[in-house]
């Protein structure tokens, strides 16, 4: 008699990961109205003013789109067959517009940046506290802090947002703010009241260790460290994703953890070779894989 065949579990799709960022972003947000946290269409041009945005948002190719995808969420939520919203019958007062924008986030001086000193043989053993924001150093980019001439807008967690909705007069109504708090209007600006779902923390957690678990690196003595380095690394950038770009969460927060197991290694290699030269200075045999290269293997570094 064959045994039934044993069903596979979906541990973490994009589905549930979008829904999770969407949630963990939408705290750190304000909303008139609860529905508006739900946006139709997304508008990422944040180099551009908001009056370019507006009118890239009247083209009837936007505004048929947020309909579409407006009709498939309604389907969705309502438990109807897809094509079941007939996408020309939601009227255009109903979308709800998100835009890509830096104008409600605060400016400051330009701070000016720290320059790296190349680290000598002797500077190797003065272990100094390292400042968090060098161990992301790599991940500074546009996505997280807008340039201003020599004005910086203040650092946030994630791409801010407006959220708009169209009237019958067809002039725009911000009805929703990233990084906002107290009210459209008589609110301010505010970063850190909001939170993460206690269901996309277990993701993390659940990715970095179903990731630890790979052949290529559950042997190493040290795979706590890669694993605790991931989770952290993913707490700083987890909701950096930018729906509008991709929909697939589940392959950038792979390469992150796939970076942070990386940056550890390497950092694991380079203090074995220093001890290894150590040992070799003093007369003394380094480590088998050190010996391993004299016979004719080949030590591995991977490539952040």
């Not at 799709?13 to 946006?39: G, M, R």
């Not at 919203?85 to 890509?100: A, C, G």
């Amino acid at each position: 008699m064959s045994l039934p065949a044993k069903k596979t579990v979906n541990y973490l799709n994009n589905k549930d990961i979008l829904k999770e960022i969407h949630e963990s972003k939408n705290t750190y947000c304000y909303f008139q109205k609860q529905e508006y946290n739900k946006y139709d269409f997304i508008i990422d041009m944040p180099q551009e003013n908001l009056e370019k945005c507006f009118e890239h948002i009247l083209k009837a190719e936007v505004i048929q789109q947020a309909r579409e995808n407006r009709a498939i969420r309604l389907d969705y939520e309502n438990n109807l067959a897809k094509g079941t919203t007939d996408p020309l019958s939601i009227p255009i007062t109903d979308l709800v517009f998100r835009v890509m924008t830096w104008d409600h986030i605060p400016v400051a001086p330009k701070q000016p940046r720290k320059t790296s000193k190349k680290k000598t043989a002797k500077d190797i053993f003065e272990f100094d506290e390292v400042d968090p924001d060098e161990i992301f150093e790599d991940l500074e980019d546009i996505t997280t802090k807008g340039e201003v001439d020599d004005m910086v807008h203040v650092k946030v967690n994630f791409p801010p947002f407006q959220h708009y909705k169209i009237d019958d007069n067809k002039s725009f109504k911000c009805v929703g703010k990233s990084h906002w708090t107290g009210g459209i209007k008589g609110g301010h600006f505010s970063k850190d009241h909001g939170q993460i779902t206690n269901k996309l923390a277990k993701m993390y957690i659940m990715m970095c260790e179903k990731y630890a678990m790979k052949f290529n690196w559950r042997g190493y003595t040290y795979n706590d460290e890669m694993r605790n380095s991931a989770i952290l690394q993913l707490t700083y950038v987890g909701l950096r994703f930018n729906e509008a770009k991709s929909a697939n969460p589940f392959a950038y927060y792979t390469a992150a953890i796939t970076n942070s197991f990386c940056r550890v290694l390497n950092t694991e290699k380079r203090n074995q070779n220093i001890r290894d030269d150590i040992l070799e200075m003093n007369g003394l045999n380094p480590s088998w894989s050190r010996q391993g290269v004299g016979i004719g293997g080949m030590s591995t570094v991977y490539e952040e």
